[in-house]
């Protein structure tokens, strides 16, 4: 008997341990309010996690993983809409669509009847455009960082394969670097959707995000994964 209750006094001691672990795991993670350039390490990444997702378990489902692309350039109609391969990055998208739109009928050197019938080229300036400008509106002291792969990531995700590169301290280098990723941002099958919030989560500081929402214990992404 007594052996019985020794046992469950240790079990007992083990989940408080690993609960006070946790917890100050998360209390280290909740503490973390810049994004450090350099390769994104393993507790930034924990932190942006617990942002996104409100615990440092969750991920992305396959919905999230793919690139900024646009309609074939065949189509008659909506040449210059970005394609939703599944539901979840929608939120993300729309923003940038919009974005994209207003460069495409107010941008420098506006063709007025391609607006809508962009080239492959204008669309790939569009974009870049439309990233670089939702960047620098975001920037509290505009110095922009963007997060990017060391090496392709296609079909899968590993946050520690980042690297936070900046801070960019005026548009047109930050246009530029942009203009030299964005191939890796408009991968069908790449992440560039995520390479993309990531590097809106760097240069919008973690605590300035968790002021914007109405609760700053909440989290940005639902358990729908939207």
């Not at 615990?55 to 040449?79: H, M, S």
């Not at 920037?139 to 392709?152: E, G, I, T, Y």
């Not at 992440?191 to 700053?216: Q, V």
Request: charged share 25%.
């Amino acid at each position: 008997m007594s052996s019985q209750v020794e046992a469950f006094t240790l079990d007992q001691e083990e989940d408080v341990d690993q609960k006070e672990s946790v917890e100050s795991n998360l209390d280290a993670i909740r503490a973390i309010k810049d994004v450090p350039l350099g390769q994104l390490s393993t507790k930034t990444s924990d932190a942006i996690t617990f942002l996104l997702f409100g615990k440092i378990t969750r991920t992305f489902n396959e919905e999230w993983r793919q690139g900024f692309f646009f309609n074939a350039p065949d189509r008659d109609i909506l040449q210059y809409g970005l394609v939703q391969l599944k539901g979840g990055p929608c939120g993300v998208l729309a923003s940038v669509q919009g974005y994209i739109v207003k460069d495409l009928f107010y941008g420098s050197d506006v063709v007025e009847d391609q607006r809508l019938t962009p080239s492959i080229e204008r669309r790939k300036e569009a974009l870049v455009n439309a990233i670089t400008e939702i960047l620098w509106q975001s920037s509290p002291n505009h110095q922009c960082k963007l997060v990017l792969p060391k090496a392709p990531m296609i079909g899968k995700f590993t946050p520690t394969n980042l690297v936070v590169e900046g801070p960019f301290t005026d548009t047109k280098s930050l246009k530029d670097r942009l203009t030299q990723r964005v191939d890796d941002l408009m991968e069908q099958q790449g992440n560039g959707i995520l390479y993309f919030l990531y590097s809106l989560i760097a240069t919008r500081t973690i605590p300035r995000i968790r002021a914007d929402m109405d609760d700053e214990n909440g989290k940005l992404i639902g358990l729908h994964n939207y």
